[in-house]
């Protein structure tokens, strides 16, 4: 995993949340999972527009904050799945409530876009 070189601030609430949901797929990410556990293949099926290695980051960033968890099955060929932890499932309130603002802002945001 990356070391950083600042510090991070663990007195700021927010941005201990921010580091956690931050990134352009993780919430997403979050949210799939809460319909069921998936396999690697499927998370990057779901999300095509996202290439591999940044799904893959922001996967293995997810499992190092304990939000997702992996199982690997010791079959042959082994193949492993995503589920969420319990403080996965604690975000998922945050996660629907950035959801219904996006959805409510969608307009204004088309609008500031200069899209129709």
Same mark, same amino acid.
Not at 78 to 94: D, F, K, Q, R
């Given at each position: 995993?990356?070391?950083?070189?600042? %510090?991070?601030? =663990?007195?700021?609430?927010?941005?201990?949340?921010?580091?956690?949901?931050?990134?352009?797929?993780?919430?997403?990410?979050?949210?799939?999972? !809460?319909?069921? %556990?998936?396999?690697?293949?499927?998370?990057?099926?779901?999300?095509?527009?996202?290439?591999?290695?940044? &799904?893959?980051?922001?996967?293995?960033? =997810?499992?190092? !904050?304990?939000?997702?968890?992996?199982?690997?099955?010791?079959? =042959?060929?082994?193949?492993?799945?995503?589920?969420?932890?319990?403080?996965?499932?604690?975000? &998922?309130?945050?996660?629907?409530? &950035?959801?219904?603002?996006?959805?409510?802002?969608?307009?204004?945001?088309?609008?500031?876009?200069?899209?129709?």
């Amino acid at each position: 995993m990356y070391e950083k070189k600042i %510090p991070f601030d =663990l007195n700021c609430d927010i941005k201990i949340t921010m580091e956690i949901i931050s990134g352009k797929w993780k919430c997403c990410i979050i949210s799939r999972l !809460h319909e069921r %556990p998936m396999r690697p293949s499927e998370i990057h099926r779901e999300f095509p527009a996202a290439t591999p290695r940044v &799904l893959n980051q922001q996967l293995k960033e =997810l499992e190092y !904050h304990r939000i997702i968890k992996k199982k690997i099955y010791p079959t =042959l060929p082994p193949h492993s799945e995503y589920s969420l932890t319990p403080a996965g499932e604690s975000l &998922l309130p945050i996660i629907d409530m &950035l959801r219904k603002w996006g959805e409510g802002y969608r307009d204004e945001f088309k609008d500031i876009l200069g899209v129709k």
